[in-house]
């Protein structure tokens, strides 16, 4: 898990600074994450798969298909 979101802010050319902004944390909390230091909350996980336009199953790596799931009507 740890390793998509470090791929996927990288395949994006964002630094893990400006991905905490879009999450409204710090650089350093981010990098937490990245590291597998500190879990990833839910709510965290669906702002990442929203933002990188995959699904949170993608993520968490249950899953290698990165499209995401069509949204509820």
């Known amino acids: 898990m ?3 979101i470090r791929e996927l802010r990288q395949d ?3 630094t893990q ?3 905490g902004e879009i ?3 710090s650089q350093t909390g981010y990098n937490q ?3 597998g230091k500190n879990d990833i909350p839910t709510k965290i996980l669906i702002k990442l798969a929203e933002y990188y336009n995959t699904s949170v199953d993608y993520l ?3 899953t ?3 499209k995401p799931y069509p949204k509820k009507k």
């Open 2 to 4: 740890y390793n998509r």
């Open 12 to 14: 994006n050319d964002l």
């Open 17 to 19: 600074k400006q991905v």
């Open 23 to 25: 999450l409204n944390m």
């Open 33 to 35: 994450y990245e590291i």
């Open 60 to 62: 968490l790596g249950i």
């Open 64 to 66: 290698d298909e990165q």
